[in-house]
Structure formats: C-alpha cells, structure tokens
C-alpha cells in the first residue's frame, strides 16, 4: 500500500474534517489564531497575577517593619517600632522563620530611647527568642520573651 492511499484511506474513514497534519485531533482541538492568541493573553494575565502572590515570604532574606500602638497595664498607649527579618534554617516548602527581631520604644514620662534585639542564633537557625509583651511599670520596662526551641533555654 502506498503511502498515498493510506491517506486517502484515512481521510474519507475519519468522522470529522482533517488533513494531514491534524490526522490524530480532531478539528476543535485546532484553535484559530484570535482564540491562540486570547488564550495566550488569559494565560499570561494570570501568572503574572498569581507570580505576586507566590513571591511573598518566598525568599530567605527581606523582612517588616512596622509601628504598633501598645496598651500598658495603667490604661496609657504608647507607640513602639518593631521589626522583623527572616532567613536561617527551615524544611522544604516551609516559609523562612524570624531570623532577628526588634522592639524599639520611648519609655513615657522620660526621653530615655530602648531598643531590644533578639538575634540570630547559629546553633537553633533562628532568633534566640520570641517577643510576647511589653510592660512599663514605674518608668521601669519588662519585656516579656519565650525562648525559641529547646535550645534557647541555655541562654
């Protein structure tokens, strides 16, 4: 059988209409340049929307800052800075943790500036401690920490 008549075999036993090069799909599967191209545009419009969304918290280093209005315990507010920045050790597919935190704060009544660091710990791959509050009594501040895994309790 020749290769031509083995076309022309497949073309009249085929259902819908093909040629040569669509012989495996049918038609509908062959969009025309304009729907190729809306698709294309679709596609694109989304991933860049979606790529947005997937960079945050991506990277292992960055980091935040912001101001908090903190209560204390008399019913006054005062307002303190805090910054994080992330990096250090973490499993696959699991976001970077604190690398370093700070608390910087002007204790009222006074123009005495503090600023607070938990840094980078080598032997537990992230800050030596976790902040939880802040509490100034007398002119004096606490800051209340948790250790940041077992290790951190040798500190």
């Known amino acids: ?25 049918p038609a509908p599967f062959f969009p025309s340049y304009e729907w190729r191209r809306l698709l294309l545009l679709i596609s694109l419009a989304v991933s860049l929307d979606m790529s947005g969304c997937a ?28 910054s994080q920045s992330y990096g250090g050790r973490h499993e696959i597919g699991q976001s970077s943790p604190i690398k370093e935190q700070t608390i910087t704060f002007t204790v009222p009544n006074t123009s005495t500036t503090i600023e607070f660091q938990s840094e980078y710990g080598e032997d537990i791959g992230r800050a030596n401690f976790e902040l939880l509050a802040l509490h100034i009594l007398n002119s004096t501040p606490y800051i209340v920490t948790a250790p940041n895994l077992c290790l951190s309790y040798n500190k």
């Open 55 to 82: 960079g945050v918290g991506a990277l292992p280093f960055g980091g935040d800052s912001w101001k908090e209005e903190v209560q204390l315990h008399d019913g006054s507010t005062m307002v303190v800075e805090r």
């Open 1 to 25: 059988m020749s290769v031509d008549l083995f076309w022309r075999e497949a073309l009249r036993a085929c259902p819908w209409p093909v040629n040569r090069k669509s012989i495996l799909l």
